[in-house]
């Protein structure tokens, strides 16, 4: 079956350090991954995108990779803080070229403790 | 610039009321969607539209029912609500397809008791 999985017990880090998350998909051949944000109590955010011949993508203390021949994309926070506490989700869209419906997986909870 | 504004925050439904979740962008989106959130679960699609007049099913739309008569209205409908759809329900837009940033509003809490 078609899924999106990411670590479903929560990643605790210390701060300062670098936070990696894992996602891992199967049976899709996306054009494009994003990762979003997700506060308790709040809607999900946009982080970033990449597309399938992007090797890497960064945008300040973040940086995506996305490998299409094992299917995983890396999600990392340099330096992290306190601040950076939150579920982090990937999303997909299957249908590449379609209507941009966004398959999500349940998310990984980072904790970064001071 | 309000973004994507969802009413109402939580609702407490008894089975078998129906009620219609209200969601409007205020920035020009052709797209726009509906997901629920289940605990421990990804988010899932339950209807998607990619225009006014146009609306189509995503995921998981039985039980469920939207319009879409301008760009920036996309209401929900939940016609006989079912402990099932106990979730929290997120709309969002985006300006196109393939690639565009998906915008999320705030998240309407819903319980059926």
């Not at chain 1, 990696?20 to 979003?36: E, R």
């Not at chain 1, 803080?81 to 590449?96: E, N």
Request: hydrophobic share 30%.
């Amino acid at each position: 079956s078609q899924k999106i999985e990411q670590n479903s017990e929560a990643l605790n880090i210390q701060e300062g350090k670098t936070a990696t998350l894992t996602c891992n998909y199967t049976n899709y051949s996306p054009a494009y991954l994003q990762w979003y944000r997700q506060d308790p109590g709040r809607g999900p955010v946009f982080l970033l995108l990449i597309r399938e011949n992007e090797k890497e993508k960064r945008k300040e203390r973040l940086k995506v990779t996305f490998d299409t021949t094992l299917k995983q994309s890396l999600f990392h926070i340099t330096a992290s803080q306190p601040a950076d506490s939150a579920t982090y989700l990937c999303a997909l869209d299957p249908f590449s070229g379609g209507y941009n419906k966004l398959i999500f997986g349940a998310g990984t909870r980072l904790a970064v403790h001071p | 610039n309000a973004g994507v504004t969802q009413t109402p925050k939580f609702r407490i439904l008894k089975i078998g009321q129906s009620m219609t979740l209200q969601c409007t962008q205020d920035m020009n989106h052709n797209y726009m969607y509906w997901y629920r959130q289940d605990p421990g679960m990804g988010l899932k699609l339950i209807y998607y539209s990619v225009g006014a007049g146009i609306t189509d099913k995503g995921e998981v739309p039985n039980g469920y029912n939207v319009s879409r008569s301008t760009t920036e209205d996309f209401p929900l409908r939940l016609e006989l609500a079912a402990p099932s759809q106990t979730s929290v329900y997120f709309c969002a837009s985006s300006l196109d397809s393939s690639g565009s940033t998906i915008y999320f509003g705030e998240g309407s809490w819903l319980t059926v008791v």
